[in-house]
C-alpha cells in the first residue's frame, strides 16, 4: 500500500452541503467528533474547519468537569455526559458527539469551558 501526502490535517476542508452560511467559530459535527470552523463558509462553498486547536465553548452540562475529563457535544454545548434522554420520547438515549477534553477544569455553574479538540 503507498500512501499520498495531501495535508498537515490541523484543519480539514469542509464542503458546506446546508442552505445557510456557516460562521466562523461554529460547531460543526463531523459524526464521530466535532470541529470549529475556521472562517464563513457560503453553501456550496468549501471552507476550513479547526480539529486539533483548544476552543472555548459554552458548557451545557450543570456539574463540574475537571481537567482531562472526556467531554461531549451535545447539539447546544458542552458537557461530560456520553449521552442524554431525547426530549421527544421518554426514556430513549441519544448518544452525544465526542468532543475531546477539558484543557482546564471548570466549576459547576461556570458557563464556558476550554476544549482540546480530538483531532
Known amino acids: 500500500m503507498e500512501a499520498r501526502y495531501i495535508q498537515k490535517g490541523e484543519s480539514l476542508d469542509y464542503l458546506n ?6 460562521k466562523a ?3 460543526i459535527s463531523l459524526v464521530t ?4 470552523a475556521g472562517c ?4 456550496g462553498e468549501v471552507g476550513s474547519v ?7 465553548m ?10 482531562g475529563t472526556a467531554v461531549y457535544y451535545d447539539g447546544t454545548g458542552i458537557t461530560d455526559e456520553k449521552e442524554r434522554t431525547a426530549e421527544d420520547e421518554e ?3 441519544t ?3 465526542p468532543a475531546g477534553y477539558a484543557v482546564a477544569s471548570a466549576a459547576a455553574d461556570a458557563t464556558m469551558v476550554r476544549v482540546k479538540l480530538l483531532g
Do not use: H, L
Not at 479547526?50 to 472555548?56: A, G, L, R
Open 58 to 67: 459554552p458548557k451545557s452540562g450543570k456539574t463540574a468537569i475537571p481537567m
Open 33 to 36: 467528533r466535532i470541529g470549529v
Open 17 to 22: 452541503t446546508t442552505d445557510e452560511k456557516i
Open 91 to 93: 426514556g430513549t438515549k
Open 25 to 27: 467559530g461554529n460547531v
Open 40 to 43: 464563513d463558509i457560503a453553501p
Open 95 to 97: 448518544a452525544n458527539i
Open 50 to 56: 479547526e480539529v486539533v486547536s483548544v476552543f472555548e
